[in-house]
């Protein structure tokens, strides 16, 4: 199943469908969620479903995807 590393990072971070498919559109990697994600150790860093909507918004300039595809 090619979906299996989204599938896996979904369920690990804790993401909704919307997350995962503009992380996808965005190109991201989900191997590399691991460094961008917060285990609350790091107070100035965004958890990583609100980093995803602010790249989302500055790349695209919308809140979230026209059509959200589940996975």
């Not at 979906?3 to 996808?24: C, E, G, P, V, Y």
Request: glycine share 2%.
């Amino acid at each position: 199943m090619k979906n299996k590393k989204w599938i896996d990072a979904k369920n690990k971070f804790h993401l909704s469908d919307t997350h995962i498919q503009m992380a996808r559109e965005l190109g991201m990697n989900p191997k590399k969620f691991g460094s961008l994600a917060n285990h609350k150790q790091e107070k100035w860093k965004a958890p990583l479903s609100e980093f995803i909507e602010d790249i989302y918004f500055k790349r695209f300039k919308k809140e979230t995807p026209d059509i959200i595809k589940k996975l």
